[in-house]
Nanobody
Framework: QVQLVESGGGSVQSGGSLSLSCSASGYNLEYATVGWFRQVPGKGQERVSCISALDGSIDYGLFVKGRFTMSRDLGKNSVDLQMNNLNPEDTAVYYC?????????????????????WGQGTQVTVSS
């Protein structure tokens, strides 16, 4: 059984940093396509970043603007998201998701419904 668990959320002031982690059980993330998404109540879901199984490339949402870094931690079987220079617009519940289909392409092309497994989410709150 595949399970994803996010951790590392919390509350910070504008300009601060948080490091999120998405740990997996039942699936090896070393060569997996994993996405980070965020959801604000009353707004649509937004893809933050993703890492492709195809070639290991990482794609970020335009709003990231160099502030976030996604990476794999092979020792922990996790995919992490380091978020710097946070602002109140980054306040959301952050989810990680795992794509398991055999149809490989750059992860920026995947829609959220194509991801097979989702974590429970972790709240990130940024105050001004």
């Amino acid at each position: 059984q595949v399970q994803l668990v996010e951790s590392g959320g919390g509350s910070v002031q504008s300009g601060g940093s948080l490091s999120l982690s998405c740990s997996a059980s039942g699936y090896n993330l070393e060569y997996a396509t994993v996405g980070w998404f965020r959801q604000v109540p009353g707004k649509g879901q937004e893809r933050v970043s993703c890492i492709s199984a195809l070639d290991g490339s990482i794609d970020y949402g335009l709003f990231v603007k160099g502030r976030f870094t996604m990476s794999r931690d092979l020792g922990k079987n996790s995919v992490d998201l380091q978020m710097n220079n946070l602002n109140p617009e980054d306040t959301a519940v952050y989810y990680c998701a795992l794509y398991t289909s055999d149809w490989m392409r750059p992860c920026r092309e995947y829609q959220s419904y194509e991801y097979s497994y989702w974590g429970q989410g972790t709240q990130v709150t940024v105050s001004s």
